[in-house]
Nanobody, 125 residues
Framework: HVQLVESGGGSAQPGGSLRLSCAVS????????MAWFRQAPGKEREGVAS????????NYADSVKGRFTVSLDNAKDTLYLQMDSLKAEDTAIYYC???????????????????WGQGTQVTVS
């Protein structure tokens, strides 16, 4: 019933920018915690950013604070991740995720989320 589809991935040079989108269907995002995760080769999947509702609480991994911005458009049922000042270390497959809950936890934990997109590749080189 719930589907999440990422888009916007691609290649960028260090210092460049990309904006990822996650379109959600079959469920309203206004009462969900939504998040971005990423997984680089040889590493475990890690939480990047989370948000509850448009204008709600946001959380970021220390590695992306000040560079990435997560936002949510309730009218369009779309989650975004604006990635600025990209580094080679940001290279990974990025996934969006969703869980129906009243707010988000401070720590972005993979086990908290029920629905996942297929991922989109981001390459910074």
């Amino acid at each position: 019933h719930v589907q999440l589809v990422e888009s916007g991935g691609g290649s960028a040079q260090p210092g460049g920018s990309l904006r990822l989108s996650c379109a959600v269907s079959g469920y309203t995002v206004s009462r969900s915690c939504m998040a971005w995760f990423r997984q680089a080769p040889g590493k475990e999947r890690e939480g990047v950013a989370s948000i509850y509702n448009a204008g709600g609480r946001t959380n970021y991994a220390d590695s992306v604070k000040g560079r990435f911005t997560v936002s949510l458009d309730n009218a369009k049922d779309t989650l975004y991740l604006q990635m600025d000042s990209l580094k080679a270390e940001d290279t990974a497959i990025y996934y969006c995720a969703e869980v129906s809950r009243y707010g988000c936890s401070t720590r972005i934990r993979e086990g908290d989320f029920d629905y996942w997109g297929q991922g989109t590749q981001v390459t910074v080189s």
